[in-house]
């Protein structure tokens, strides 16, 4: 009964080498978002998506992008890593901001990316 | 800007012995605030929140937390530990209504059997 998936779990690639991570989702919100977090810090948020609408943070760098085909599937898509792009990245999801019961985020279980 | 601090980056405790992990964030409007574990292995999990109401909050596992508006804190507690709370314990801050959720550096917590 997994909820949000991410695929792959670990994922290496080369310096420049553009790579893609997926997530998925069967909770059916509205709220995908995707977090970068490196060894022993907090998890930044890089962008969210509500609905179809793309939010990006203002500090997130240009070689960061998102697609969000459908309501399950979101991808993070770096163009040109860099090796301090090593990191966890988490996505996560929650329904709209203002319905009752809160929305609170559910996470997956995150892609750790090795460049080399 | 929204800022969280948590208090000690590293804990070591004995099973049976009462847990407090400090929680402090500045941002001057109206919170949501939450407390997420990381067991070895595992994804973040939700163990409590707050988003209104009775500022004593309980969560899973007999975890709770107080929410102190005066002091802008939200720390942690549970009277007795158990071996298996062993992990990385994160306090969140989002503005109410907002996207943006910002977390603290976490603690890492080793319950000693």
């Known amino acids: 009964d997994a909820m949000v998936i991410q695929n792959p779990r670990y994922q290496v690639t080369q310096f420049g080498k553009p790579v893609t991570l997926s997530c998925s989702q069967t909770?059916?919100?509205?709220?995908m978002y995707w977090y970068q977090q490196k060894s022993s810090q907090a998890p930044k948020l890089l962008f969210h998506?509500?609905?179809?609408?793309?939010?990006n943070e203002a500090d997130t760098p240009d070689n960061f992008q998102s697609r969000r085909p459908n309501t399950s599937f979101c991808f993070l898509d770096i163009r040109s890593p860099g090796l301090g792009d090593a990191a966890m990245y988490l996505c996560?999801?929650?329904?709209?901001?203002?319905?009752?019961?809160?929305?609170?985020?559910?996470f997956g279980p995150g892609t750790r990316l090795t460049v080399t | 800007a929204q800022s969280v601090s948590q208090h000690n980056h590293h804990v070591i405790l004995s099973e049976a012995a009462s847990l407090e992990l400090g929680c402090n964030y500045s941002?001057?409007?109206?919170?949501?605030l939450f407390w997420y574990v990381q067991y070895p292995g595992q994804h973040l999990q939700l163990l409590l929140k707050?988003?209104?109401?009775?500022?004593l909050v309980k969560g899973i596992k007999g975890f709770e937390a107080e929410f102190i508006k005066s002091k802008f804190s939200f720390n942690l507690r549970k009277p007795s530990v158990q071996w298996s709370d062993t992990a990385e314990y994160f306090c969140?801050?989002?503005?109410?209504?907002?996207?943006?959720?910002?977390f603290g550096a976490g603690t890492r917590l080793f319950v000693k059997a």
């Open positions: 996560a999801t929650s329904r709209a901001p203002g319905l009752a019961g809160g929305y609170e985020q559910y």
């Open positions: 909770l059916n919100h509205n709220v």
């Open positions: 998506y509500y609905d179809k609408d793309f939010n």
């Open positions: 941002y001057g409007g109206t919170v949501n």
């Open positions: 707050y988003f209104s109401g009775d500022p």
């Open positions: 969140a801050v989002r503005r109410d209504g907002g996207f943006k959720t910002i």
